[in-house]
């Protein structure tokens, strides 16, 4: 036999084997679960080998199945790039930028500004998402995380300071003259941020009761919103309400600012885009650099 299976039932068993189930892969490919079983099925009748086990409620990959899977991925993964490499050098002048909502609005645009004037014939496309970047499979040249900086395969660079603490309005704050009053007042919180407050108590040395009449918030922005709007006590990243906290509507009632060291915000590129010989990108890393805190010392 010397026929290839067809690429979309590669793509299918590809996803399958890396979700170990069917119905998680259907939800990644947008089709239905039954679609998916009938791909693999096919895919094991063409190759005449079991390439799962069948288990409740989830599937695993044989042995057989694990190193065909390998081999599949690593080929699919050649392709992607190989036809992102096309698509780029067709639209070297596009530049794909991922980012989460509260950063691009309050610390990324003002800085995008800055490019955009000294090089307009750049094209930035913003995009938002609390979603880790997959520069294997999305079409993204970097992406702003908030990380410890040591993923593999991409290149660094760390934006700001994560300190955090309780910010409110000048009027509330007046009646805040000790931490553990905060248990008394209506805390504002962020899904992408769930542990800020948390972290911020600790550090405080209060434990925070589980049931609470809180608000919680998609976004840090919106939280920030409801906080100068009066409805609560929001925990504020310092560099992220600076003009805030400058012109006075927004303050810190006791100073206590946690940093959170090196869980902080990253700029990160692939290597493989940070490498590239093209004046597009030495332009990019440059600004990238620019917009950068300096390097640790050691």
Same mark, same amino acid.
């Given at each position: 036999?010397?026929s290839?299976?067809?690429l *979309?039932?590669?793509?299918? $068993?590809?996803?399958?084997?890396?979700?170990?189930?069917v119905?998680?892969?259907?939800?990644?490919?947008?089709?239905?679960?039954?679609?998916? =079983?009938?791909?693999?099925?096919? !895919?094991?009748?063409?190759?005449?080998?079991?390439? $799962?086990?069948? @288990?409740?409620?989830?599937?695993?990959?044989?042995?057989?199945?694990?190193?065909?899977?390998?081999?599949?991925?690593?080929h699919?993964?050649?392709?992607?790039?190989a036809? !992102?490499?096309?698509?780029?050098?067709?639209?070297?002048?596009? $530049? *794909?930028?991922?980012?989460?909502?509260?950063?691009?609005?309050?610390?990324? !645009?003002?800085?995008?500004?800055?490019?955009?004037?000294?090089?307009?014939?750049? /094209?930035?496309?913003?995009?938002?998402?609390? =979603?880790?970047p997959? +520069?294997?499979r999305?079409?993204?040249?970097?992406?702003?995380?908030?990380? @410890?900086? @040591?993923? %593999?395969?991409?290149v660094?660079?760390?934006?700001?300071? *994560?300190?955090?603490?309780?910010?409110?309005? %000048?009027?509330?704050?007046?009646?805040?003259?000790?931490?553990?009053?905060?248990?008394?007042?209506?805390?504002?919180?962020?899904?992408?941020?769930?542990?800020?407050?948390?972290?911020?108590?600790?550090?405080?040395?209060?434990?925070?009761?589980?049931?609470?009449?809180?608000?919680?918030?998609?976004?840090?922005?919106?939280?920030y919103?409801a906080?100068?709007?009066?409805?609560?006590?929001?925990?504020?990243?310092?560099?992220?309400?600076?003009? /805030?906290? *400058?012109?006075?509507?927004?303050?810190? &009632?006791?100073?206590?600012?946690?940093?959170?060291?090196? +869980?902080?915000?990253? +700029?990160?590129?692939?290597?493989?885009?940070?490498?590239?010989?093209?004046?597009?990108?030495?332009?990019?890393?440059?600004?990238?650099? =620019?917009?950068?805190?300096?390097?640790?010392? &050691?």
């Open positions: 036999m010397d290839l299976p067809p *979309n039932t590669l793509r299918v $068993f590809d996803v399958v084997g890396r979700v170990s189930s119905t998680a892969a259907a939800q990644e490919l947008c089709v239905t679960p039954a679609a998916v =079983s009938r791909q693999i099925r096919f !895919l094991e009748d063409h190759l005449r080998i079991r390439l $799962f086990d069948r @288990h409740h409620r989830r599937i695993s990959l044989t042995p057989a199945g694990r190193d065909y899977h390998q081999e599949v991925s690593r699919l993964a050649g392709l992607r790039r036809t !992102l490499d096309l698509h780029q050098a067709a639209r070297s002048r596009i $530049f *794909n930028l991922r980012a989460p909502h509260t950063i691009a609005m309050r610390w990324l !645009l003002p800085r995008l500004a800055s490019l955009h004037a000294a090089h307009p014939e750049l /094209e930035v496309r913003l995009h938002t998402s609390t =979603s880790p997959d +520069f294997e999305e079409d993204l040249d970097a992406a702003i995380v908030i990380s @410890h900086g @040591h993923e %593999p395969g991409v660094h660079y760390k934006i700001m300071e *994560n300190e955090i603490a309780p910010v409110c309005t %000048p009027g509330m704050a007046a009646r805040l003259q000790r931490p553990e009053q905060l248990l008394d007042e209506t805390l504002l919180h962020t899904h992408a941020r769930p542990d800020d407050w948390q972290m911020w108590f600790t550090h405080a040395g209060l434990h925070s009761p589980l049931t609470r009449r809180d608000m919680r918030f998609e976004s840090s922005a919106l939280a919103e906080a100068l709007a009066g409805f609560g006590v929001a925990i504020g990243q310092r560099s992220l309400i600076t003009q /805030e906290l *400058n012109d006075g509507s927004l303050v810190a &009632p006791f100073g206590q600012w946690v940093n959170l060291g090196s +869980f902080s915000y990253y +700029f990160v590129m692939p290597k493989a885009f940070y490498a590239r010989d093209t004046p597009e990108a030495a332009v990019l890393r440059q600004w990238i650099a =620019s917009i950068s805190l300096p390097p640790a010392k &050691p």
